[in-house]
């Protein structure tokens, strides 16, 4: 039962933040909301990123400086998960993985770890370029202004 509840709140602390810290986000191409419905039945990786936003979000709104047990939890899980998709031929293709890495890169900063926030971004630069680099870019105008903030 406990479990339904999670997941339920991370649903909707995740729909609520998207709203609040992206309020241009319905106004360009990116993904509809069935695609998150979609990754939070399918993959188990983005599940762990959504429940590390929140438990991340949550340790910020109790003022804790650090990450939490269970935000070190999710994010270790995040991290295997992100490594083994990665290390698939065709991984840095499947949309979510993006999503994935975004994710890991707000929590990171979140907590004012510059450091980890700037490898992620690295990352993320590297499967733009593996995509097709600013070609990729023009054609999906939303990751383009993502990226740029």
Do not use: C
């Amino acid at each position: 039962m406990s479990v339904l509840r999670t997941d339920h709140q991370a649903d909707k602390s995740y729909s609520m933040e998207v709203q609040t810290l992206y309020p241009l986000e319905h106004h360009l191409a990116y993904h509809k909301d069935d695609d998150y419905f979609y990754w939070l039945a399918s993959d188990v990786g983005f599940v762990h990123s959504v429940l590390l936003s929140v438990s991340a979000i949550n340790d910020l709104v109790a003022k804790h400086t650090r990450p939490s047990v269970l935000t070190r939890v999710h994010l270790r899980n995040t991290l295997h998960y992100l490594s083994a998709r990665l290390s698939e031929a065709h991984g840095y293709t499947l949309d979510s993985i993006i999503t994935v890495v975004l994710t890991l890169g707000h929590s990171a900063a979140l907590f004012e770890d510059f450091d980890a926030a700037a490898v992620h971004l690295k990352g993320l630069a590297q499967i733009v370029g593996l995509r097709g680099g600013t070609d990729w870019l023009e054609k999906f105008p939303k990751y383009h202004f993502k990226f740029d903030r």
